[in-house]
């Protein structure tokens, strides 16, 4: 009699090579969920950057503490100190604050800030 040729794959070999595709899969589909995260992360600090631009150069001229929302779902929050006076010359240095802040998904508030300084005469703005 004649043995038959075992060309085929047994059930051991089907289930290991299921289990690498399974698992090779499964962090394939990993990296792409971080991938998407870290893209979001990124949108949303540039949003915040161009938003606290915005309101630095808003406050640089106006020069008053405030606070609110912006459209988006970010809000600003502005803040003016007396810094320092120059002695002799009549300069005076404000400090000026600008903190940006939106919520994330899992973690909370997320804030970012912006800090300048301006010099200003008497009641004369440079």
């Not at 004649?2 to 085929?8: C, D, Q, R, T």
């Not at 915040?48 to 150069?57: L, Y």
């Not at 120059?86 to 919520?103: A, D, R």
Request: net charge negative.
């Amino acid at each position: 009699m004649k043995h038959p040729s075992s060309s085929g794959f047994t059930l051991i070999e089907i289930i290991v090579a299921m289990a690498i595709l399974g698992i090779s899969l499964v962090l394939v589909m990993q990296l792409f969920s971080a991938g998407l995260k870290s893209a979001k992360a990124t949108c949303d600090y540039t949003i915040a950057i161009v938003h606290a631009k915005d309101k630095m150069e808003e406050l640089s001229e106006s020069l008053v503490s405030d606070s609110g929302a912006f459209e988006d779902g970010f809000r600003w929050e502005t803040d003016i100190q007396d810094y320092k006076e120059i002695e002799e010359s009549g300069y005076k240095l404000k400090k000026l604050k600008v903190n940006i802040l939106w919520p994330e998904a899992h973690k909370g508030q997320k804030s970012l800030g912006l800090v300048s300084l301006k010099i200003e005469q008497g009641e004369e703005k440079l």
